[in-house]
């Protein structure tokens, strides 16, 4: 099992896998405290069982391979679905604020992102057909972390199964 947490935004990924080891173990450029995090700027390590605990209400399981596409700026599971109908209702559901270009020679510019006015930010490619979304990272809620955090602590103390049940204290 691999935990790869950011101490900036808290954003943890576990993993395990045949894979696991090859693309986010030792061997790697990135192992132990310099992988990217796919949530904000910061550089995200490894993290044992013992550090894991401070992490318990952030923690996602993933592939091994979806670690990998997070890390390199692909986006979570869930970001990926870029198809027309998805691509049309972020942008009918908010105006554009910002293109987000960089400049290349000859007085041009590459596309790299849309970003609309509620926070959701449309990632740009090339392909062969022309520009490519290839991601549609949805702004974070707060509120809806704050609320799964409050639904699983409430479960815990249903099942019994929280730190007080198991310390008695």
Known sequence: MIIIACPQCRCALRTVGEDAEQLLGKETDYYPD???CPVCPSKARI???REAKEYLDDIRDLTPQEVFAALHGLGFPEEQDCGETAVQQALRRSPLRRAATRHVRNGRCCLDRLEL???TRLFIGSSSYGAVVYRIAEPHSY?????NRIQRDASTETTGSGEEARTGG
């Open 117 to 119: 006015e509620d926070g």
């Open 47 to 49: 993290i044992d069982g």
């Open 34 to 36: 310099r992988y990217p």
């Open 143 to 147: 509120t809806q972390t704050l609320l």
